[in-house]
């Protein structure tokens, strides 16, 4: 299957699975094995997890992350591995916005505090997601911020060799509040209209595009 110049093997590709493994963000033997044996059993795309953009992107303590120049060569490492099998990988960049800080589902998903090395949640609105505390609403300065994490965890990407880029943008996570009507109430030009609150998206795609080659893949994930 060819998607503009990149040429995946086969139609069989491995959807992105949380692994809850990483510590400061660095994928590490666990996901070198993780995403290895799908490789070498001749999967065409491997998505890794879905992976921070920041610290404070990551949904809990112990998501992967592509925010420094450590974590590109440690994502680098399992990127050779899966070339060597012939398969081809891409990483999801991903916000969890008012899903984010909390323990891994096992431990029930509850907020972690700042005491337990937890932050502050944020969303285009203060609207809570089911047991967690409301989140802060961003500033317009903020959310420009948040756009050049995502143009610059795509440059990481593009060192750290994958050939995919997909953007995170379901499941109630940063992007997803956004987009519905549900979450976001702004009252700005992020809010309201359809145009606006397609807005953070759009400007996120055109952040990525500046950085990620035309010629590569950039694919966006969305949910009802």
Same mark, same amino acid.
């Given at each position: 299957?060819?998607?503009? $110049?990149?040429?995946?093997?086969?139609?069989?590709?491995?959807?992105?699975?949380?692994?809850?493994?990483?510590? /400061?963000?660095?994928?590490?033997?666990?996901? %070198?094995?993780?995403?290895?044996?799908?490789?070498?059993?001749?999967?065409?795309?491997?998505?890794?997890?879905? &992976?921070?953009?920041?610290?404070?992107?990551?949904?809990?303590?112990? /998501?992967?992350?592509?925010?420094?120049?450590?974590?590109?060569?440690?994502?680098?490492?399992?990127? /050779?591995?899966?070339?060597?099998?012939?398969?081809?990988?891409?990483?999801?960049?991903?916000?969890?916005?008012?899903?984010?800080?909390?323990?891994?589902?096992?431990?029930?998903?509850?907020?972690?505090?700042?005491?337990?090395?937890?932050?502050?949640?944020?969303?285009?609105?203060?609207?809570?997601?089911?047991?967690?505390?409301?989140?802060?609403?961003?500033?317009?300065?903020?959310?420009?911020?948040?756009?050049?994490?995502?143009?610059?965890?795509?440059?990481? &990407?593009?060192?750290?060799?994958? $050939?995919?880029?997909?953007?995170?943008?379901?499941?109630?996570?940063?992007?997803?509040?956004?987009?519905?009507?549900? %979450?976001?109430?702004?009252?700005?030009?992020?809010?309201?209209?359809?145009?606006?609150? %397609?807005?953070?998206?759009?400007?996120?795609?055109?952040?990525?595009?500046?950085?990620?080659?035309?010629?590569?893949?950039?694919?966006?994930? %969305?949910?009802?």
């Amino acid at each position: 299957l060819k998607i503009r $110049d990149l040429i995946i093997p086969n139609r069989i590709w491995l959807s992105p699975m949380c692994q809850y493994s990483a510590i /400061d963000g660095l994928p590490n033997t666990w996901h %070198t094995v993780h995403l290895g044996k799908y490789a070498m059993g001749k999967v065409g795309l491997i998505m890794t997890e879905a &992976s921070g953009i920041s610290p404070s992107a990551r949904s809990t303590l112990h /998501d992967t992350g592509i925010w420094n120049d450590e974590q590109v060569d440690a994502w680098r490492t399992i990127v /050779d591995f899966v070339h060597l099998q012939g398969a081809k990988i891409g990483i999801q960049l991903w916000h969890a916005g008012q899903k984010s800080s909390t323990t891994t589902p096992w431990q029930g998903q509850d907020y972690v505090d700042a005491n337990s090395g937890g932050w502050q949640a944020v969303a285009p609105s203060e609207i809570a997601f089911g047991k967690l505390p409301k989140p802060r609403s961003l500033t317009e300065e903020e959310i420009h911020s948040i756009i050049d994490q995502y143009r610059q965890a795509a440059t990481r &990407s593009l060192k750290a060799g994958f $050939d995919v880029v997909e953007i995170h943008g379901a499941h109630g996570y940063l992007i997803h509040s956004f987009l519905s009507p549900i %979450t976001n109430h702004r009252k700005d030009q992020y809010g309201g209209s359809f145009e606006n609150r %397609t807005r953070f998206v759009s400007e996120v795609v055109k952040a990525i595009r500046e950085v990620w080659p035309i010629n590569r893949p950039l694919f966006l994930r %969305t949910s009802s």
